[in-house]
């Protein structure tokens, strides 16, 4: 540790504070989303490395109420959006509305001007309006009458998209999707995790009163990203994150043939810097300065699922990606 701290130049009292500063937001969203452990590094994740998050489920898993959590606990500007297919793209960035009083076109900023933007069924809205966000996402800016107008730091996107219901949606383009990070699956809650939502419900828990204070500032936020950029990692773990890409590319001469013909498209540069990111930060919420295999491997799922295209035929014989994402790491050998 003590020669990874000296080459990294993080001390033991930066990754002091950054321990404290996800232990403020761990309180503070357990007090209000039961579980979703998962989720929450997700989340963190993505707020440390600024990374936007795609959270896949059926209704009613606490997406929403995680979004607002997370918000809240660093005191972060929040906006939802729910996504409907006459959503405009000025609905999102903005306009510019003439004001007759003074003769002029006053700009009005969209919902996307803030910290933290979840939008809810993302794939509900048009091609032309899922493109509006493209440029806030990787421009960080919107444009607004000709003219740039930039977003927030820190900005982070988590989009929400229900896998059961397709009347009345739009397929994410392949672009669209390859600028999200990490794409994380909830699960239902445990019956006691369930029972504990509605003991909470029960006690006002989440009533508006009883909101709890921020748990580290805006400022601690943007601290400990910078920090997460200084975490090491290892040539041997890079060449091992770009080999996991590459096998995806090159699927027939590494895996399996009969599970090598379902992959159509593997994933591009993207995933290599988002494995990258993320275990940076994986590693800083884990209490290190260095990154590790197994914190690519826990993040290989979250990573790859939504960057490997997969044919028909893996539906019609019922296969995952995530089963070939595990065939991918066993085709790459550890460091």
């Known amino acids: 540790m003590l020669q990874q701290t000296a080459a990294t130049g993080i001390d033991a009292s930066e990754l002091a504070r950054a321990q404290q500063f996800v232990g403020g937001i761990v309180r503070s969203f357990e007090a209000k989303v039961v579980g979703q452990e998962r989720l929450r590094e997700t989340l963190v994740?993505?707020?440390?490395?600024?990374g936007h998050v795609l959270l896949e489920s059926v209704p009613g898993l606490a997406k929403t109420t995680a979004a607002q959590a997370l918000a809240d606990s660093v005191s972060a500007d929040f906006r939802r959006i729910q996504c409907t297919p006459?959503?405009?793209p000025s609905?999102?960035?903005?306009t510019q509305i003439y004001d007759a009083g003074k003769g002029t076109f006053v700009t009005q900023l969209g919902p996307v001007h803030a910290n933290i933007v979840l939008l809810d069924e993302i794939n509900r809205s048009s091609a032309k309006t899922q493109s509006a966000m493209l440029e806030a996402m990787q421009e960080r800016q919107t444009s607004i009458g000709g003219e740039p107008y930039p977003l927030p730091q820190p900005f982070l996107v988590l989009a929400t998209q229900n896998p059961i219901e397709q009347e009345g949606t739009y397929r994410l383009p392949e672009a669209q999707m390859d600028r999200f990070m990490v794409k994380d699956v909830l699960d239902y809650p445990s019956p006691a995790e369930e029972a504990e939502v509605i003991r909470r419900i029960d006690a006002g828990v989440f009533a508006d009163d009883r909101k709890p204070p921020a748990a580290v500032s805006l400022d601690?936020?943007?601290?400990?990203q910078q920090l997460v950029r200084r975490v090491y990692i290892d040539p041997a773990i890079i060449r091992y994150i770009v080999g996991l890409a590459y096998v995806t590319r090159n699927a027939g001469r590494y895996l399996e043939p009969g599970l090598a013909k379902l992959v159509e498209f593997g994933a591009s540069p993207r995933a290599s810097i988002a494995f990258s990111q993320a275990a940076r930060a994986l590693a800083i919420l884990d209490g290190r300065d260095h990154v590790i295999p197994e914190d690519v491997k826990k993040l290989a799922h979250r990573v790859l699922r939504h960057?490997?295209?997969?044919?028909?035929?893996a539906v019609v014989e019922g296969t995952s990606v995530e089963?070939?994402?595990?065939?991918?790491l066993a085709a790459v050998q550890t460091p």
């Not at 994740?45 to 600024?50: A, P, Q, S």
């Not at 960057?307 to 035929?313: A, N, P, S, T």
């Open 45 to 50: 994740i993505g707020l440390l490395t600024g």
């Open 86 to 88: 006459d959503l405009l």
């Open 91 to 94: 609905d999102i960035a903005g």
């Open 220 to 224: 601690a936020v943007s601290e400990v």
């Open 307 to 313: 960057r490997i295209v997969l044919g028909f035929e």
């Open 323 to 328: 089963t070939v994402i595990d065939a991918v």
